[in-house]
Every structure is written in C-alpha cells, then in structure tokens.
C-alpha cells in the first residue's frame, strides 16, 4: 500500500468543477484512491498504468493536469514527462519514491510542476491538484499587467513574453517569474519562495533550486552566466530587468 488513506471531507471545487485529471500509476491501489479522491472532488479522471498509454491518452483528452508516477514499466515517468512537455504545458505532479532525492530532482528537472513522495495523503493530493489548477487559471493570481525591461506578463491570460517573444513556461516557473518581477531587486531565500511561490510552510528545498534553473534556461541568454536572475550566495536569489512598470 502506496497511499495513506484518510476519510475526512473533501474541500469542493468551485470553478474546478468537471477539470480532467490523468492519473498514471501502475500500482493498482493507488490507481483507485487517488481516482476515487479525486472524483469525489468534483473532477473527471482518466487512469493509465504504463507511459505509452499516459501519451495516448494526454494527446487524445487533452486533460487540465496530470499525476504521474516516477516509476513505470517500460516508458518511465521521467520519459512521459519530458515527452508531454515537448507541445505541451498541461500541469504536472511527479509521485516520488519516498527518502528519494534524486528522483525528486530528475522528476522536477524534466519538467514537472511538483511532487508527492509516496506513500501520501489523498486528501493532499487533491488539495495539491486544486491548488495548481487555481493558479493556472488565475484564480488567486492579481490581474495588472507587468513591464519591466524586455518583459511582459499578463497574470490573468497566463502569458509572458521577452522581447516580443512568448515565453513556454510550466505553472510553477510562470508563477517564480511573476513575482520575481512583482517584486525586483530584491534579494528572497529559497525558504521564502517555497512559501510565497508554491504555499508551502516546508518542503524540498530542491524544488526551487531546480526551477530556478528551469526558469533561467528560458529567459538568460547565457543560462550558466546569469544577468537576470542571479545568486546571492549564502541568501538566495536576486531579480533585476531594467525599469519597471505595472498596470
């Protein structure tokens, strides 16, 4: 058993209500409670158990986000996720092996939003799926259109761009970039990120070292020498984009 499984109420959706959910796992037990947790929560759930059929099934339903397992036969998660974001930025959760570092960091370098190690809390999954979704329509996001240097971002379309260019981003790196440009010049430690940028009050550290490297390949014109987003060493990371306007 890869899942803890808890029977409080589920929190409802509100405009969520009817978003599609992949689940990928070829553990038969946690196929079904997650699936059934999270149908209980209002979403409509597909299920896979291997990574060629997790591809068929995003290319055919097009789903609002994907939980995917780290650990698969034959396609590994790492693959699936990697292939998706290819053409891609539907939402990504990694499920991870618990203890398991690397698989963290390789589940997130590949392109996932964020991670669960198992085994977990159903009722954490659902709110993780929420939470995502939220922001990836804006819902909890402010509205004002930002300038600064060659950026603009549009919160509430969901869009960044550099020099004219649409930027690709994930949700997490489109939100690590939203307020580091809402909040420029200014120095923020990895601990404060997790806690403005994903919501958590703990967690990997890892998972904002890796982002930020995600973000830094998409906006740096030399990733391995940054300009834009720079380290401070020994307290975090510091943004800086020319002048600054925000509607």
Known sequence: MNVTQHTPALPGNGDLHDRRVLVVDDDAT???????????????????SDGVTAIAIVERETPDL??????????????VCRR?????????????????????????????DDYLAKPFSPRELVLRVQSILRRSIGEFTPQGVITRGSFTLDPAARIASSSGTELTLTV???????????????VFGRVELLKAVWGWTYGDLSTVTVHVRRLREKIESDPRNPQLLTTVWGVGYRFTAGSDVVA
């Open 30 to 48: 946690v196929l079904e409670v997650a699936s059934s947790y999270l149908r209980r929560a209002g979403f409509i759930v597909d299920n896979a």
């Open 66 to 79: 994907v939980v995917l397992d780290r650990m698969l036969p034959g396609i590994d998660g790492v693959e």
């Open 84 to 112: 998706i974001r290819l053409d891609r930025a539907v939402p990504i959760i990694m499920l991870t092996a618990r203890g398991s570092e690397d698989d963290r960091i390789h589940g997130l370098e590949s392109g996932a």
């Open 172 to 186: 997490r790196e489109f939100d690590l970039l939203a307020f580091f440009l809402r909040h420029p010049h200014q």
